[in-house]
């Protein structure tokens, strides 16, 4: 059995629904603080997240999401361990829609930054430092973006450092 609970106020305009999108790209302004813990088996799962999203320059949207975890054998990003971690995202959503071909859309920067710290799991403790920049352009917001991206993951120990660069594209039907 499991058990799940989420707390949220919403300073500015409402987020609607339990699984929350993090960008409006511009349509809302958000100002959210949340809390959120699961349990299961003794083993459990909290985060603490932070959410301002502001309408800008007739258009535009700038977001600052941050957020800090504590997964004790439950969730995380690497299973069989107790994990802490925190992150901080950035973006900026020019305001002027762009018209590539017959596409229509606007550019978006986005940056990110996380640590977290691994312990008693199946190797030594360790730590993970996580730096990503993405260039988007959104077309019509999650349902059509393409992306360019860079994410580089640096450890102290037991795992080699890695880091991609791509491109991507999202449609959604």
């Keep these: 059995m499991i058990?799940?609970?989420?707390?949220?106020?919403?300073?500015?305009?409402?987020?609607?629904?339990y699984y929350l999108n993090g960008?409006?790209?511009?349509?809302?302004?958000?100002l959210a603080i949340g809390g959120a813990s699961q349990i299961q088996d003794?083993?459990?799962?909290?985060?603490?997240?932070?959410?301002?999203?502001?309408?800008?320059?007739n258009g535009g949207a700038l977001s600052i999401e941050s957020e800090y975890s504590?997964?004790?054998?439950l969730g995380g990003y690497i299973g069989g361990y107790k994990s802490q971690g925190i992150y901080g995202l950035a973006s900026f959503l020019f305001p002027k829609a762009v018209t590539?071909?017959?596409?229509?859309?606007?550019?978006?920067?986005l940056g990110k930054y996380a640590k977290a710290n691994f312990t008693e799991?199946?190797?030594?403790?360790?730590d993970q430092k996580t730096t990503e920049v993405n260039l988007n352009y959104v077309m019509?917001?999650?349902?059509?973006?393409?992306?360019?991206?860079f994410l580089d993951?640096?450890?102290?120990?037991?795992q080699p450092d890695t880091w991609q660069a791509g491109i991507g594209l999202q449609v959604q039907i």
């Design 3 to 17: 058990g799940a609970a989420r707390v949220q106020v919403d300073f500015w305009d409402k987020e609607d629904g």
């Design 140 to 149: 019509k917001q999650f349902k059509a973006r393409l992306m360019m991206f």
């Design 121 to 126: 799991g199946p190797t030594a403790s360790f």
């Design 70 to 73: 504590d997964y004790n054998r």
């Design 153 to 158: 993951k640096r450890f102290n120990k037991v």
């Design 42 to 57: 003794g083993r459990t799962a909290s985060t603490i997240d932070f959410l301002l999203e502001r309408k800008v320059l």
């Design 100 to 109: 590539i071909g017959k596409l229509s859309g606007k550019f978006e920067i």
């Design 23 to 30: 960008t409006y790209y511009g349509d809302k302004n958000l």
